[in-house]
């Protein structure tokens, strides 16, 4: 059974930082891109980062962009997402999520995700 | 970038109505389009992908339909349990999510 179990949520302050973590089992997790994708409270889904099966190709969402970066440790079947200079407009529920491919948008075509974990919250307030 | 917008926003059903959710996307994305359901407190689920294919497990109520521009998520007889939000995602150089469409029971 696939399973997405995301970590590290809470509360920080506007300007601090926080690293998410995204622990996978139940397939190959070096077989498939993976990717983070948020839902502000009451808000619709919004695309926030993907990698792709080596790390070799990774995207962000303009949004994140300069701020969050993206990792995996195919070692470890983890997801991670390293989030700094944080503001109010990030607070949101993070969640990680399985693509059906192994590359980032490879071919400028991206494919979907088929599995996803619960998410971890994270809340951005002085 | 390529936008999408989703209509309606909301809607009002009952149980074994035929419901039709339209995706419209800003520039043509050939058939590179999904739809998700959500109901609250959960994570998404995927429908369809690649406009019409259904993901396996799906009951086969749902349908995808649509290339270019325009796109429709049908649910055939909507059963007690579709009652969620539905999003469409566009797939084309760019994993953008639609706004959502929520099915509420009239």
């Known amino acids: 059974e696939v399973q997405l179990v995301e970590s590290g949520g809470g509360l920080v302050q506007p300007g601090r930082s926080l690293r998410l973590s995204c622990a996978a089992s139940?397939?190959?997790?070096?077989?498939?891109?993976m990717h983070w994708v948020r839902q502000a409270p009451g808000k619709g889904l919004e695309w926030v980062s993907g990698?792709?099966?080596?790390?070799?190709?990774?995207g962000y969402a303009d949004s994140v962009k300069g701020r969050f970066t993206i990792s995996r440790d195919n070692a470890k079947n983890s997801l991670y997402l390293q989030m700094n200079s944080l503001r109010a407009e990030d607070t949101a529920l993070y969640y990680c999520?399985?693509?059906?491919?192994?590359?980032?948008?490879?071919?400028?075509?991206?494919?979907?995700?088929?599995?996803w974990g619960q998410g971890t919250l994270v809340t951005v307030s002085s | 970038d390529i936008q999408l917008t989703q209509s309606p926003s909301f809607l009002s059903a009952s149980v074994g109505d035929r419901v039709t959710i339209t995706c419209r996307a800003s520039?043509?994305?050939?058939?590179?389009l999904a739809w998700y359901q959500q109901k609250p407190g959960k994570a998404p689920k995927l429908l369809i992908y690649?406009?019409?294919t259904l993901q396996s497990g799906v009951p086969s109520r749902f349908s995808g339909s649509g290339s270019g521009t325009e796109f429709t998520l049908t649910i055939s007889s909507l059963q007690p349990e579709d009652f969620a939000t539905y999003y469409c995602?566009?797939?084309?150089?760019?994993?953008?999510f639609g706004p959502g469409t929520k099915v509420d029971i009239k």
């Open positions: 999520a399985k693509d059906t491919g192994d590359g980032y948008c490879s071919g400028g075509s991206c494919s979907p995700f088929d599995y």
């Open positions: 139940g397939f190959t997790f070096d077989d498939y891109a």
């Open positions: 990698i792709s099966w080596n790390s070799g190709s990774i």
């Open positions: 520039q043509g994305i050939s058939s590179y």
């Open positions: 690649a406009a019409s």
């Open positions: 995602q566009q797939l084309n150089s760019y994993p953008r």
